[in-house]
């Protein structure tokens, strides 16, 4: 079974991994690492990206599920390898000696050797009025995640940057009425005009003053004029923007995405970042990818060997350490025995400590065969000496 965190006197926790972001993303690097048997601790602080939306698309086997759906399958399926997905914030973040210290919303703390920060990001949205209260439901911004269910209707594309053409574009192959709505855009080029015109896309100049509903349901924009272009579906560009949970305190910053189409985190593409001992994944590296495509993008076991080491909890009733090569010896039937009465004299001597605040020392000879290989194995034990 999974290795479970320790608890010291009710109150400290400690793991191998936290995840924070409870969203596809942090799930999906809890199950793995829920898999390989590490500790493992989800903070969930109930803020999905896509809670607004009705139903997940274009992800396999799982076409149309509401994405608080989802999540709850994804945390059933995490817990069955014993990780532990907790309804909280984190607030704060500092190093310890045993890797990371968190601050929790309810004060508590709890304690890590490696993070992964699956946080998302927000989307901005622009400021009309009636705008987001829409987001998710008749204004959309995905012709992939969302297109379907516009498909033939009145599409006013609110344009917010050099995208809009782009968007009018894709839209147009779902239906024959498009309108793009400059807002507070340029005029387009004799060229984007020009394609526009070609395939029937209306373009119209003009600031949008709010989003028209009648009987819940989008009817138009109306413009400052007092113009209102009619309208049964509204895409509008976001922009995603890195959740900052977290990333001042352990020393992350973002970057900007071209054309200010928001920002993100930087990772490799097994999720390192440029912070020993903090990966990140998802969104929050990749603002624009899908469901499925935000689940795939979490540390991976062979780009990223550090994070898939379990350390073992101190405590009185902890037998002593196997490493991999003990286990290997005692499968060989070769020189188990020793091994295992090295170890329990080295916990009788006092190398191994039990209680709050201690550590305990590995009696194999296994980690320093790994560390001539330049495999660095966490020491045994989590709390600061």
């Not at 929050?284 to 795939?296: F, K, N």
């Not at 009185?316 to 025995?337: F, K």
């Amino acid at each position: 079974m999974a290795r479970s965190g320790c608890t010291v006197d009710g109150m400290t926790q400690n793991f191998d991994v936290v995840v924070v972001g409870g969203g596809a993303a942090g799930l999906s690097a809890a199950l793995m690492l829920g898999r390989s048997r590490r500790s493992v601790l989800v903070l969930d602080a109930g803020e999905p990206r896509n809670a607004p939306a009705a139903g997940v698309h274009g992800l396999l086997g799982h076409e149309g599920t509401p994405p608080g759906e989802l999540l709850r399958k994804g945390r059933a399926e995490v817990e069955q390898y014993g990780a532990v997905v907790r309804p909280a914030r984190a607030r704060a973040a500092v190093r310890d000696d045993a890797g990371f210290a968190l601050t929790l919303d309810d004060a508590t703390t709890v304690h890590a050797r490696r993070i992964v920060l699956a946080t998302g990001v927000v989307d901005q949205l622009p400021a009309v009025d009636g705008l987001a209260g829409r987001w998710g439901r008749d204004v959309l911004h995905c012709p992939y995640c969302h297109g379907w269910e516009v498909r033939d209707k009145k599409i006013v594309v609110l344009a917010t940057g050099p995208m809009a053409v782009h968007q009018g574009l894709l839209f147009h192959q779902l239906s024959d009425d498009v309108t793009i709505v400059l807002h507070q855009q340029p005029p387009l080029g004799d060229e984007q005009a020009e394609e526009m015109a070609a395939i029937g896309v209306r373009v119209v100049e003009g600031e949008v003053a709010r989003v028209v509903v009648e009987d819940d349901a989008v009817t138009g924009l109306a413009l400052a004029s007092g113009e209102v272009v009619a309208a049964e579906a509204i895409v509008v560009g976001s922009r995603p923007v890195a959740r900052p949970d977290l990333l001042a305190d352990l020393g992350l910053q973002t970057h900007d995405l071209p054309n200010d189409m928001g920002t993100a985190v930087a990772a490799d593409a097994m999720g390192v970042t440029a912070v020993p001992g903090v990966w990140a994944a998802g969104n929050l590296t990749d603002p624009y990818a899908q469901v499925g495509a935000s689940a795939a993008r979490t540390p991976e076991p062979p780009g990223s060997p550090d994070i898939w080491v379990s350390s073992r909890c101190a405590t009185a009733s902890a037998s002593p350490s196997r490493t991999g090569a003990t286990r290997s010896r005692r499968a060989r039937g070769n020189g188990s025995r020793s091994t295992s009465r090295r170890s329990a004299a080295a916990a009788r001597s006092g190398t191994s400590r039990t209680g709050s605040g201690s550590r305990r020392s590995c009696a194999s000879t296994g980690c320093d065969l790994l560390r001539e290989r330049g495999i660095t194995l966490p020491r045994c034990g989590r709390l600061p000496a």
